[in-house]
């Protein structure tokens, strides 16, 4: 199993070049808060939500961290969800879209998805 050490999970994460671009005392005290979020979240830590919690653990670490270097509520949250929506790329999907089995398949496959539960394990 991938080890929950925060900064192999901002290496899985979307946040994997912003958080190198921040200063050594911001990167500091986002690692710090990660191990605590680690901790208080022991339970969702396991194989299949490492993924998820990359994302979710360093989103809120990052959020809470800029704010206590000075950053406004408001451009934390922009910062966070900028890089968020930068990192994404939406092209493979479109791609797909394009033919004709797509949507059917998408329209079994996200209900099955959900209904067998995601992260456990």
């Not at 050490?5 to 710090?32: F, G, I, K, M, N």
Request: with cysteine; glycine share 6%.
């Amino acid at each position: 199993m991938k080890s929950y050490e925060p900064q192999q999970l901002v290496a899985a994460s979307r946040y994997r070049r912003y958080v190198p671009t921040l200063t050594q005392d911001v990167q500091a005290d986002v690692y710090a808060r990660m191990r605590e979020l680690i901790e208080e979240e022991r339970a969702w830590c396991d194989k299949g939500n490492y993924a998820h919690m990359a994302q979710i653990l360093t989103s809120i670490a990052l959020y809470e961290v800029l704010q206590a270097h000075g950053a406004s509520e408001e451009e934390a949250y922009r910062a966070v969800s900028e890089e968020m929506w930068a990192f994404l790329d939406p092209s493979g999907m479109q791609r797909l879209a394009r033919w004709r089995f797509f949507l059917p398949l998408m329209k079994r496959i996200v209900p099955f998805g959900f209904s067998h539960g995601s992260g456990a394990g």
